[in-house]
């Protein structure tokens, strides 16, 4: 006998234009053919109904876990699970993405049929760490639905204080502003420590994003411990008809108003012959004039990625932004990618032995000092790292000749090649 | 058959090469440019000639088994196949072929999902769980969002905003929701109540001490049972006490609140990326709609569009206009918690004579 429940608050939810996340949840409490998911949706009707209500949520955490791992599950126990007991058990699957979040019909299928033998039925395409959502299951069921499509290629990410999901954008896979194999990046990278992902053992959470151009569209440098970022270091390209044909379409006062004047480096002039003139050294990259112009305008042949660590939001200090640890690394060799993991594993296990429980990089590195971190995981200091030099007296400098003959050196050796 | 459990296969982040159109495949580095047809279609060329169709749509993020499939029904009969979903949620179709495109938006139409969310729109809003799924939820993010697309769904579907706009909620002071142009948050305005019985029990009660932000927290002996007490002139109500301690309950039915922010980006375009900044709290939790919220984001939403200029963000046409005309404008009110005091907070104040009159 399918236990249904009144839900007048919910029901308000049902009416509009925007597609009901209600309405879904009810077609499957009223219309799914097994009386499980009947049970587990009206359940779960019932308890956001009561939610709603009182203003406060009844999910409590505790520990599920599928064997061999100690993470990835976000366990779920309904603390009015008398009243609603067909849902006391709600659990979420936590599951890793194929980099840029690509699908196919059948595999999308594939795995609706293996939730829908032992789940809610919902799934949520995708959390803000990046993962699928197969939310609401019982702890048995957690084991099983992992088994299953384990089997079929898919892995469980990250929870609690361990290496997370990671993200990547569309990318070089369909974006002309890409300068970087994003895919190749973000597998490479997380791939790599699963075991620090499947076991947490970390500080706190550790979050890798990739996005192939500065306009990040991942949100890494606001949101990932370790942010890379696609750039170029020669000039940009620039098609001299086509701007003209802009110019053209637009008129010479939106493309000063929208193109030459919101260069935040001054770095563009429109000659009196509709052509564009880039100052390349002045360039910084922001993408703003290869985003209104993009037939005309394109990044360089000399790709890479910038690195920046530390983004990470509110809790506890308050919310910080990723910054420059690499400003520039070529990605061409298997020696690059190499490299980038290396410097991935330096974070980490800096972070491991040197954060407090529950301090994000970001926060380590405010207590630490940039230059200690940067010591810990052997990065020479550089200038494309801050805004501004010190504006605080308050240092010792007594080794000031030794660092800056170190500096001294490192140029001359540039000089050298 | 053993009953040995069976290890897990680590397999990782899988190959996304797998499921991607092969248009894609085919031309992967090797784009040349995009146009926009139309709000919600995409279309981009390869430096080859090749191109390909993608239309954006919008769904409940949450989805069901029946909606999925049909999605994917959708997919095969009208597209190739092939999806992927933005950060936003919002599900894409790509095909080769431009002659499919308006039958997929007509079918996608149809079946109730809204097509858009490109170029200069308000594209959905990015999204926590709530009431629906969390374990410290001071509100309900899907029905706040649902609530608010039913209304900001005109401009989904057009291009007439000044850029594009990035709308995010968060259902507790954590902020899984992230940055936005515009983010709706939970803001506690009370101390957590302690149920001194469970303290004991429940609680780690040295790194219950160790999370709060401001040393709020110490133990204590409450009616001889070791416990908590929390030094109410200090506490900042962030809930941050809650997660680690459940019995330090934060969610309030009258005292959590909803607080406003904007002026958040992501992007390194024009600006560098810029965090959110407070602009209206106070605002009543009030499900099933949230109707003063949204009102407040419309308000916001119609200033921007009224004043700011093409390409600005919201961040850069607030850069340009300066905040008191922001309020000026919005009709908001200016407190004294609009005032930063948290660390490093008087580069938040104007150490000049650049005033706008």
Redesign the interface.
């Known amino acids: 006998m399918v236990k249904k429940y009144e839900t007048p ?2 029901d ?2 049902e ?11 009810r ?2 409490a009223n ?2 053919p097994e009386e499980r998911i009947q049970s587990m949706c009206h359940s ?1 009707l019932g308890q ?1 109904e009561h ?2 209500e ?8 505790g520990t599920v876990s ?4 100690g993470g990835g599950i ?1 366990p ?1 126990f309904s603390e009015v699970g008398d009243a609603f007991p067909a849902s006391r058990e ?1 659990h ?1 699957l936590r599951v ?14 594939q795995l ?1 049929d293996s ?2 033998k032992y789940g809610s ?8 760490t990046g993962n699928i959502m197969f ?2 299951t019982t702890t048995e069921n957690v084991q099983h639905f ?2 299953e499509i ?2 079929y ?4 990410g990250g929870a609690g204080p361990c290496v997370r ?3 990547s ?2 990318g ?5 502003q ?1 300068c970087a ?1 994003e ?1 190749k990046i ?2 490479l990278l ?2 790599n420590f ?2 620090d ?2 076991r947490p053992a970390l500080p706190y959470k550790f979050k890798f994003k990739v996005s192939g151009c ?10 990932a411990d370790f942010a890379v970022i696609g750039t170029w270091r020669d000039d940009m390209k620039v098609d001299q008809d086509e701007v003209k044909k802009y110019v053209e379409t637009k008129g010479r006062q939106y493309i000063i ?2 193109v030459i004047s ?1 260069c ?1 480096t001054n770095a563009l002039a429109l000659k009196d012959d509709d052509t564009l003139e880039v100052d390349n050294r002045n360039c ?5 004039c290869l ?2 112009m ?2 005309a305008l ?1 990044p360089g042949d000399d790709k890479g990625v910038t690195v920046l660590i530390g983004g990470k ?7 910080l ?1 990723g910054t420059v640890i690499v400003p520039f690394k070529k990605l061409e060799t298997d020696e690059d990618y190499e490299e980038l993991v290396e410097l991935a594993e330096e974070t980490i296990d800096f972070f491991a032995e040197n954060a ?3 301090e994000r990089t970001g926060e380590m590195i405010e207590r630490i000092g940039l230059v200690n971190f940067l010591e810990g995981i052997g990065v020479e200091v550089d200038p494309h790292m801050i805004n501004n030099p010190r504006e605080c007296s308050y240092v010792r400098t007594d080794m000031w000749d030794e660092e800056a003959e170190k500096w001294n050196r490192r140029m001359a050796e540039k000089a050298a090649g | 058959m053993s009953d040995a459990p069976r290890p897990p296969i680590e397999s990782g982040c899988p190959d996304g090469f797998q499921y991607m159109h092969p248009v894609m495949i085919k031309n992967y580095g090797n784009w040349a440019y995009h146009e926009d047809p139309q709000p919600g279609v995409l279309l981009h060329v390869a430096k080859s000639g090749d191109k390909i169709w993608t239309v954006r749509v919008g769904t409940q993020r949450i989805l069901d088994l029946f909606t999925l499939r049909l999605l994917c029904d959708i997919a095969d009969e009208y597209a190739d196949g092939y999806v992927r979903f933005t950060i936003r949620s919002n599900i894409e179709y790509m095909v080769a072929d431009e002659a499919k495109v308006q039958p997929l938006i007509d079918k996608l139409r149809e079946e109730g999902f809204v097509v858009g969310g490109t170029r200069n729109s308000v594209t959905m809003i990015s999204h926590t769980q709530g009431w629906l799924h969390c374990d410290i939820p001071g509100t309900d993010a899907s029905g706040v969002v649902k609530s608010m697309m039913d209304e900001l769904h005109d401009e989904f579907v057009s291009w007439n905003m000044p850029n594009r706009v990035h709308i995010t909620t968060s259902c507790c002071q954590i902020n899984c929701g992230g940055q936005g142009d515009i983010a709706i948050n939970v803001q506690h305005t009370k101390p957590p109540r302690i149920n001194h019985d469970l303290v004991a029990n429940v609680c780690e009660r040295p790194s219950v001490v160790a999370r709060c932000p401001v040393a709020a927290i110490r133990p204590a002996l409450v009616d001889g049972k070791p416990s908590l007490e929390v030094d109410e002139k200090k506490c900042i109500c962030c809930g941050a006490c809650f997660p680690p301690c459940p019995p330090m309950q934060i969610n309030d039915a009258e005292h959590t609140k909803l607080a406003i922010w904007v002026g958040g980006n992501h992007s390194n375009a024009r600006s560098k990326p810029t965090f959110h900044k407070l602009v209206a709290a106070g605002i009543p939790n009030n499900p099933p709609r949230w109707p003063e919220a949204t009102a407040i984001v419309k308000k916001i939403l119609k200033t921007y569009k009224e004043d700011a200029k093409d390409w600005e963000r919201i961040n850069d046409w607030i850069e340009r206009i300066g905040w008191p005309r922001f309020f000026e404008l919005t009709g908001l009110p200016f407190t004294k918690f609009h005032i930063d005091n948290w660390r490093g907070s008087r580069k938040n104040l104007n150490a000049s004579t650049h005033i706008r009159f």
């Open positions: 608050m919910l308000q939810l009416d509009g234009v925007w597609p009901s996340f209600i309405s879904g949840i077609r499957l219309e799914h779960l956001l939610s709603y009182t203003r406060k949520g009844y999910w409590k955490g599928v064997f061999g791992y976000i779920r709600f979420t890793q993405p194929p980099a840029g979040n690509y699908y196919t019909s059948d595999m999308l299928r609706a939730w829908e039925g919902l799934i949520t395409f995708h959390g803000q939310i609401g992992f088994d384990n089997e290629g898919w892995d469980l999901t990671a993200m954008c569309v070089a896979a369909r974006c002309e890409s194999n895919h973000h597998r997380v791939n699963m075991d992902m499947h500065p306009n990040d569209c991942q949100n890494a440098i606001e949101r108003d929208n919101r935040p910084v990259r922001c993408m703003h985003n209104v993009c037939k394109s939001r509110t809790l506890k200090i308050g919310d932004m407090l429980e529950h």
